[in-house]
């Protein structure tokens, strides 16, 4: 799951209150096990908790082995948002030095030299376009998953 500039911001003022990027994927990452999954279209995900939405695209990736990966990635001398999904880890690294602490394995690879993210996990990646607040269909679906919303003014 990679994040957009506003997509970053939002989550800080919403989420995670800090701007550090392992703090943001902290908050994100419990965002994801409290949340439920809507597929809207082909292309959009939405992921929601009853209170927020996350609104996520979905992103084309290659599935490459480790050594692969490690070969795409060795002449980078730059620093990248670099996110592993099933290890749950992200950092601000050369991906280089990030790739050599991942365990073997066949993972979907995603790197946008552009805006300097990388992203290998077994999932497809998503790329979170922004968070807001939940409309009420997307209550509605979560409510129905056993969440309970509780009014911020107690009962009447």
């Known amino acids: ?5 506003h997509a970053r911001e939002r989550l800080v003022k919403r989420l995670a209150k800090r701007r550090r990027l392992e703090r943001i994927y902290a908050e994100l990452w419990d965002f994801l096990d409290r949340s439920r999954r809507i597929e809207v279209n082909e292309k959009v995900v939405i992921l929601t908790d009853g209170r927020k939405s996350l ?4 992103l084309e ?5 480790l050594e ?9 001398s730059e620093a990248y948002d670099c996110v592993f999904f099933d290890g749950r880890t ?3 690294t050369i991906p280089r ?3 050599e602490g991942l365990p073997d394995g066949r993972y979907c690879f995603y790197m946008n030299r552009e805006k300097k993210s990388l992203y290998i ?3 497809e990646p998503l790329l979170v376009i922004t968070i807001r607040p939940a409309k009420r ?9 056993g969440t309970t919303n509780i009014s911020p003014k107690g009962s009447s």
Not at 1 to 5: D, H, P, Q, V
Not at 68 to 76: A, H, P
Not at 137 to 145: C, G, I, K, L, V
């Open 1 to 5: 799951m990679l994040l957009t500039r």
């Open 121 to 123: 996990g077994r999932e």
């Open 55 to 58: 609104v996520c695209a979905r």
């Open 97 to 99: 030095k990030f790739v």
């Open 90 to 92: 992200a950092r601000h």
């Open 61 to 65: 990736c290659e599935m490459l082995s």
């Open 137 to 145: 269909e997307e209550r509605d679906q979560a409510s129905s998953t």
């Open 68 to 76: 692969e990966i490690r070969e795409r990635v060795s002449g980078i």
